[in-house]
């Protein structure tokens, strides 16, 4: 029997995979969530169902039950989903703006 995913293994699983990939690189996680690398720290985001593709508001994934989310994240870690989102590439460069 394997042992339950935790959601510290998930994010270094998550981090490691997205750290590996060009910048603007969002893994699909489910039909409504994403994640990306901010260069700093994971961030998870809500897919907008009104607009494809579109990125909606942040969140912490710390902030919601994890068992919920063990068994679809885990199926992801099995066969990931990546594309590159012209979103993510425009967030981090006003993010790296605004450092300066």
Known sequence: ????????????QLAMLLQNRPAGTV???TECLASYWSGK?????FLRDDRPNSL???FDLRHFLWRPWE??????LASPR?????EVIERLN???VNEH
């Open 56 to 58: 909606g508001e942040e």
């Open 82 to 86: 990546f594309r590159r989102n012209a």
């Open 27 to 29: 893994a699909v996680l």
């Open 41 to 45: 720290k994971l961030v998870y985001v």
């Open 1 to 12: 029997m394997t042992m339950p995913l935790s959601l510290d293994e998930f994010e270094l």
């Open 94 to 96: 006003r993010a790296r």
């Open 71 to 76: 068994e679809p994240f885990e199926a992801w």
